[in-house]
Nanobody
């Protein structure tokens, strides 16, 4: 079993910044891929970004390129999502997920998910 705990969400004005964290615990692997997804009210969940445990590769959704940065701390089994210049359309519940085999490019399905953290951007 693997547990993922997200934190760092909140309410911010447009143009502001937030940093999300996702800490993995339990039986993680040495080669995992971790990803961030988001789901806005009434919309499908969408992929945001992913990173391998080695940190050697990242993959960003076009709509957040240049504004969001994914990074990781392999020693802490933690992944971060730095979100700058936030826009109202970024409002969503943000989830992290882990693929234990560390597949790349990022796979469509993941082994475990976090509970989500709410990000609300006011205009």
């Amino acid at each position: 079993q693997v547990q993922l705990v997200e934190s760092g969400g909140g309410l911010v004005q447009a143009g502001g910044s937030l940093r999300l964290s996702c800490a993995a615990s339990g039986r993680t692997s040495s080669t995992y891929t971790m990803a961030w997804f988001r789901q806005a009210p009434g919309k499908e969940r969408e992929f945001v970004a992913a990173i391998k445990r080695s940190g050697g590769s990242t993959y960003d959704l076009d709509s957040v390129k240049g504004r969001f940065t994914i990074s990781g701390d392999s020693a802490k089994n933690t992944v971060y999502l730095q979100m700058d210049n936030l826009k109202p359309e970024d409002t969503a519940v943000y989830y992290c997920a882990i693929d234990l085999p560390g597949r790349w490019p990022p796979p469509p399905a993941y082994d475990y998910w976090g509970q989500g953290t709410q990000v609300t951007v006011s205009s």
